[in-house]
């Protein structure tokens, strides 16, 4: 049976993981874009260490567990005099992980670009960055705007590893609440709550944004 009065007795701490959850999520979002969309140039650039380097950071990103990503800022920048707390290295650490995705996403959209765009743009005058950022990026991000949303959408539910880093989330909160009433099963079902107000809307802003995508076209 759900036991509503935990949702009324820890509404303060449900909402302040509401709110670092959002934060988190919206920074992570803002930079695993920028951070994506860069090694996705990278990728296809005609500069082969710059290729070398975005395949690489593709692969051993995308192939190893977001928590590790996040030790690696949590546990290994310190040994180099760099700290950060919890919050800081989980919101990079997403935003990486993610980034690695979306660049793959991204790429894709670029190669479906028809090449003689990019081939009349150069022969134009306009250099290899300009072309790509007024001619090409535009396109290739208006066709992957559903993956990216489903990308945007994982991001949010992989914000929960910051509790493993005392990063002041919902699942965070969630696991001192528990604690404290013993109550699993309401507890972490309010967490889910939250978290469906933030995932719902996106896969439906997501659902329709493809839909008018294809009447377009």
Not at 142 to 161: D, E, M, T, W, Y
Not at 197 to 211: K, N, Q, Y
Request: proline share 4%.
């Amino acid at each position: 049976m759900l036991n509503f009065s935990i949702l009324e007795r820890y509404i303060d701490s449900y909402l302040a993981g509401f709110y670092n959850t959002i934060q988190s999520s919206v920074l992570a979002l803002i930079g695993s874009f920028v951070l994506g969309t860069v090694i996705a140039v990278f990728r296809i650039a005609p500069v082969k260490p710059l290729n070398w380097f975005g395949t690489a950071y593709v692969e051993f990103i995308r192939n190893i567990p977001l928590l590790l990503v996040v030790f690696f800022f949590y546990l290994g920048l310190p040994s180099l005099g760099i700290t950060l707390d919890g919050f800081v290295c989980g919101t990079i650490g997403l935003a990486v992980y993610t980034s690695s995705f979306i660049a793959e996403a991204i790429r894709a959209g670029i190669m479906s670009v028809p090449k003689g765009q990019t081939e009349a743009a150069l022969a134009s005058g306009l250099t290899y960055l300009k072309t790509m950022r007024h001619i090409i990026l535009p396109q290739a991000i208006k066709i992957v705007i559903p993956p990216l949303g489903n990308q945007f959408i994982n991001l949010i539910k992989n914000s929960s590893i910051l509790t493993v880093f005392a990063g002041f989330d919902l699942m965070y909160y969630g696991d001192i609440i528990n604690t404290d009433t013993f109550d699993t099963f309401s507890t972490y079902i309010f967490v889910a709550m939250f978290y469906l107000l933030l995932t719902i809307p996106l896969s439906f802003a997501v659902v329709r944004i493809e839909r008018r995508l294809a009447r377009n076209d």
